[in-house]
């Protein structure tokens, strides 16, 4: 052979040059071959705890495991920014993201008018959206788009996991403290229809209006129709007060406190003693196993918390969407949606995941009780989990959607 050159080794410079094409075919893929995600967050309002700088910092943690791991011919970077929880400010941002800002995917966008709102530029601009932060239905029913999932939650599937205790617990009265917005409204509607089907009645909703200070009426109402089950339908720091409130005038002795929204991140900022008893429908939970705890660890090394379900589905959603990036070898939206929706999800968030036609991600949620203070083994350790939610029990079938996207 001439030129001293064998076999193995002309063998082995084709092979490395059909992985330079394939890799220059994959980068060629990728507008600008850069990879751009923004967290679209509350960063100092109500829902900051939940999200935040907590979803910011799983996110770059998605994005700097993913380099490490799989190498991509392709740069991935991060931008954030606060939308204050103003749909006119989320979707000024959004669109300067997709239009000057080279963003493929805008995640998070905490609360459900933002995520409404911003759910409509995605299409309009053909970007994508992955929504961790809102449980609004709308996003898979009336409002559904081929440009955006719902990945996390929804409040149909809360209140469907919290209507369970109605049978296994007997507790089968509500009285419903809920917020006066979307969401608030959306809880009580499902929740309702959820224990209804359980066999259970609603004795009475008061709305209160977001962000107040002073619940005293509200729980004096609740506290006065003798219902079973108090349910909190709000979330963030009206929770917060809600549970702090229910607290000092005494009614968990005689009434169980359920919140339907209620994370950990909520559990420990009031603290196992006045907290315990609650029962809640999370779709995460860090101490869930060793994939679980791995991760949560990993977390909180960074950000000095355990994550709650918003922070830990951020992760995920980000991590399997540059997985999907990577198989298809572009970022356009048509072509990235539909990976995602033909691959399995199971990973430290989603346990039997998988997104449907109506951009649903289907996974199993958890019934969990807040332990006693005596019961914690260390801090953070929080839950004793009752039951396990199959994904396809939990959230609303496909038979009853009223999305567009949906076939008969």
């Known amino acids: ?7 193995a080794a002309i063998a082995a410079a084709l092979l490395a040059v059909g992985y330079a094409s394939a890799s220059a075919q994959t980068a060629a893929g990728i507008s600008d071959g850069t990879v751009k995600i923004g967290v679209l967050t509350d960063m100092a309002g109500l829902f900051s705890d939940l999200a935040g700088a907590g979803a910011v910092t799983a996110v770059q943690m998605a ?9 991509p011919p392709f740069k991935v970077e991060l931008v954030s920014a606060d939308h204050q929880n103003k749909p006119d400010i989320a979707t000024g941002i959004a669109r300067q993201w997709y239009d000057t800002g080279n963003v493929d995917l805008i995640t998070d966008v905490i609360n459900s008018g933002v995520a409404l709102a911003v759910s409509s530029v995605a299409e309009s601009k053909n970007r994508m959206l992955i929504v961790t932060g809102s449980g609004s239905t709308r996003l898979t029913n009336e409002q559904c788009s081929p440009n955006t999932i719902s990945y996390t939650w929804d409040t149909y599937s809360f209140a469907n996991g919290q209507s369970r205790i109605v049978k296994s617990l007997g507790l089968d009265t509500w009285y419903f403290v809920a917020v006066d917005y979307a969401l608030g409204k959306s809880l009580v509607a499902e929740a309702s229809g959820a224990i209804a089907r359980s066999g259970g009645k609603v004795v009475g909703t008061v709305y209160h209006p977001i962000s107040t200070t002073d619940l005293s009426s509200f729980l004096l109402q609740a506290q006065s129709s003798k219902a079973k089950v108090i349910g909190f339908a709000n979330a963030g720091a009206d929770l917060l007060n809600s549970i702090k409130a229910a607290k000092d005038f005494n009614i968990t002795p005689g009434q169980t406190i359920v919140p339907l929204v ?4 909520e559990v420990n900022a009031l603290g196992a003693a006045a907290t315990q008893g609650m029962i809640l429908i999370e779709p995460f939970y860090w101490d869930l196993d060793d994939l679980s705890r791995q991760w949560s660890r990993r977390f909180f090394a960074k950000f000095g918390k355990m994550p709650n379900f918003v922070q830990a589905g951020a992760y995920s959603a980000v991590t399997n969407y540059l997985k999907a990036v990577r198989a298809v070898g572009s970022d356009d939206a048509a072509a990235v949606m539909k990976q995602l929706k033909s691959a399995p999800i199971n990973d430290m968030f989603a346990r039997n995941g998988h997104i449907r036609a109506d951009g649903r991600m289907v996974h199993d949620l958890y019934l969990v009780e807040v332990k006693a203070p005596y019961q914690n083994k260390e801090k953070w350790d929080y839950y004793t989990v009752k039951e396990t939610v199959p994904g396809d029990e939990a959230f609303q079938p496909l038979s009853e959607s009223r999305c567009r996207l949906v076939t008969r």
Do not use: L
Not at 1 to 7: H, L, N, P, T, V
Not at 262 to 265: H, K, N
């Open 1 to 7: 052979m001439r030129a001293g050159f064998s076999r």
């Open 63 to 71: 994005i700097d495991d993913f380099v490490e791991q799989e190498k």
């Open 262 to 265: 209620g994370t950990i991140t």
